[in-house]
């Protein structure tokens, strides 16, 4: 299982590879100094650190449910557990076994490594058939108004995040842990921004401050489940 998976895991590596080093020579013909580049390097690795705890604590879990390999290449390539231990669990319920016990067949096993690949193919196939398309529809939206496309742009993310903690915020409970989570991410992020705009010069602030909120967010949460 380690061999069948390390070229898949491998795959990413180089995917990776190659987007930073197109992105390191193509910045320079749009008038991005390389300072810029370094301190945009330097701060999308620290904002990075948060979202990889969530994924190494997940991973525990679904290294117990289906082995160290296949849960190191599944999360290597999704990396959510919130997609990937439902679909082992209903691939596991399907062909009569539960997930994470000993009476997980070999057929059961392989009924999860496919649902689970598989049912994540309809993403790619949308990011790969209609992401060209998606720009023409911006543009016609917008009507080719920077100012709308920046407009859309935020308004879109702002959305999508605010959808998804909204979600953790049900049930409203005292002991909903999730809820504890990201209202003391939200306070303490709110905290740094006004931080920073009374100290602009804050590096520290502006690199960790995502990690940080979200670290203390987590240790909130978890202090409502003990």
Known sequence: MWISCIPAVALVFFQAYIFMKRAWKTGPQMGVTKEQM??????????????????????????????????????AFIGSVMYELPAADRAATAAGCQLGTSNMTMEAFANCVWIMTVCCLGWILVSALFTDKME?????????????????????????????????????????????????????????????????????AQQFGMTIAMFLGMVAGTFFLL
């Open 38 to 75: 370094k301190e945009a390097a330097k701060s999308s690795l620290v904002a990075s650190i948060g979202p990889s705890i969530v994924i190494v604590t997940g991973m525990v879990s679904l290294l117990a449910s289906v082995g160290g390999p296949l849960a190191w290449m599944r999360l």
């Open 136 to 204: 023409v529809i911006r543009d016609k939206v917008t009507g080719g108004s920077m100012d709308a496309i920046v407009a859309l742009t935020a308004g879109g993310g702002m959305g999508g995040f605010g959808y998804m903690v909204a979600q953790r915020f049900l049930p409203f409970k005292i002991d909903n842990a999730n809820m504890w989570a990201a209202l003391v991410g939200f306070i303490v992020m709110w905290g740094i921004n006004v931080y920073m705009k009374k100290n602009p010069k804050a590096k520290w």
